[in-house]
């Protein structure tokens, strides 16, 4: 509670990308799928940045860059105490 994580989703170079689909077999949250020959996050609602897909692919194709993390009001007045 008091903290609301604003996450992006992987991004996926599909100069690299060969479409081996071990991302979409990978991923927990069902979030990717092969679309004509690419990796593509078509659900990307689903996706909670867990990295895994990041971590496994063979051809680095895929980078989770960042995560944002946003401190409500209440909880940054506590921080700054
Ligand atoms: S694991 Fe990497 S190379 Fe394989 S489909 Fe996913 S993004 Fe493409
Ligand atoms: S970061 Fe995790 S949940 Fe998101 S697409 Fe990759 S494996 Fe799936």
């Known amino acids: 509670m008091g903290v609301e994580r604003v996450s992006v989703v ?20 069902n979030a990717v799928e092969i679309v004509n020959g690419k990796a ?3 659900r990307p609602g689903d996706c909670d940045y867990c ?20 401190l409500e009001k209440p909880v940054a007045r506590g921080l700054r105490r």
């Open 40 to 42: 593509v996050v078509v």
């Open 10 to 29: 992987p991004i996926i170079d599909v100069t690299k990308c060969d479409g081996c689909g071990e991302c979409v077999d990978a991923c927990h949250a």
């Open 51 to 70: 990295t895994d897909c990041e971590s496994l692919c063979p051809k680095g194709a895929i980078s989770c860059p960042l995560e944002i993390v946003v």
